[in-house]
């Protein structure tokens, strides 16, 4: 297991590469910052690995990595729902909202749902621009119908 965490260090953070104009002490200081890197990094491979239920440092750090994405994902779905339907006195355009996510326009559009708008509602105390929302009020979350998941 701790050669694979080793290894797994050198592949996600490699060795520098000396620069032609880089003196030998600048280089050697970056690449001790890398050597503290990956050792911090097999650290953390091993831990979560001994934390997993494969006990495999490669599974634990793609799981740990799938849950990172989805908590992107869900950040980048509620901050479209707030460009495109909170913010006043225009919304955010798609255009620059998809670039700055790294999505298509078409998928920007699409991103968020009526779920996510109520979420950004009531999180911010006040309904969205067209008015089709309304935070929700102490006990009425219990009645939402729960969001599927697609993993």
């Known amino acids: 297991m701790m050669e694979i965490a080793e290894e ?8 520098p590469i000396k620069g032609e104009d880089e003196d030998q002490e600048d280089y050697a200081g970056r690449a001790d910052s890398v050597r503290r890197a990956r050792s911090a990094l097999v650290g953390e491979l091993t831990m ?3 934390a997993s239920p494969t006990e495999d440092p490669v599974l634990a750090r793609l799981a740990e990595l799938a849950t990172q994405r989805r908590e992107i994902q869900r950040q980048i779905r509620l901050i ?4 495109r339907e909170f913010v006043r006195p225009e919304p955010y355009r798609l255009r620059a909202l998809a670039e700055a996510a790294g999505l298509s326009i078409s998928s ?3 991103v968020y749902d009526t ?4 979420t950004v ?3 911010i105390g006040r309904k969205d621009t067209k008015g089709t929302v309304r935070p929700i009020v102490d006990a009425q979350w219990q009645r939402l119908p729960a969001r599927r998941t697609t993993d």
């Open 48 to 50: 979560a690995a001994g």
């Open 121 to 123: 509602a009531t999180r």
């Open 108 to 110: 920007i559009r699409t």
């Open 8 to 15: 797994l260090a050198k592949v996600l953070i490699p060795e």
């Open 80 to 83: 479209a729902t707030y460009a």
């Open 115 to 118: 779920e996510d708008k109520i």
